[in-house]
């Protein structure tokens, strides 16, 4: 059965990264990463305009993870173990069908250097090992060269390309979807 319970928050830890719960202290961090264009350009919703947009974010992150309807780590470098510098985690859980959609982002200065990969290995293994998922997906713009080598880095297969799926800024834009079934004797630690 699909374990879905997130208090106490399930805090991780890798050889460089803290993966732990965001809370409202992190706001300005979190509008440094998604007001940057750079980052926010594949994700094919605007940049953060005001800080009051990452203020509501960080609260529908906190009531997921209260409802257990979805869990996002923040991503602190021990370097600097009190600055958010991304996050990761699960959302539209299908609990139905055992499976759960991976979204992920990291600040430019990070990125190139590992640690998504470092992070997503201890995600993966928890939302396998500990929240029992049958699959876990990413849905991916094309033009996403580095996200889509992060992914088949972990395994992910492409299940699925979608021509012109979403409508965003005046354009329609192709999706596609990346998929992990449940390893059966593997870990991923």
């Not at 997130?6 to 890798?14: A, G, I, V, W």
């Amino acid at each position: 059965m699909l374990s879905l319970h997130f208090s106490p928050f399930p805090q991780r830890e890798t050889e460089r990264l803290l993966l732990k719960q965001i809370n409202e202290g992190d706001a300005p961090d979190l509008f440094s990463i998604r007001s940057d264009k750079e980052v926010m350009k594949y994700l094919d919703r605007p940049p953060a305009q005001n800080m009051n947009e990452v203020v509501a974010l960080i609260k529908l992150i906190t009531d997921a993870v209260n409802k257990n309807e979805g869990i996002t780590w923040g991503i602190y470098p021990k370097t600097e173990s009190n600055v958010l510098r991304g996050t990761i985690g699960f959302w539209r859980i299908q609990k139905e069908n055992y499976r759960a959609e991976i979204g992920y982002l990291l600040h430019p200065s990070l990125q190139g250097k590992g640690l998504m990969y470092e992070a997503m290995k201890v995600v993966l293994n928890y939302g396998f090992n500990e929240m029992r998922l049958h699959s876990i997906e990413a849905n991916v713009n094309p033009s996403n060269v580095a996200s889509i080598n992060l992914l088949e880095r972990n395994g992910f297969v492409k299940e699925a390309y979608f021509k012109e799926n979403c409508f965003y800024d005046g354009r329609f834009l192709d999706s596609a979807i990346y998929s992990l079934l449940t390893p059966s004797a593997q870990s991923f630690i």
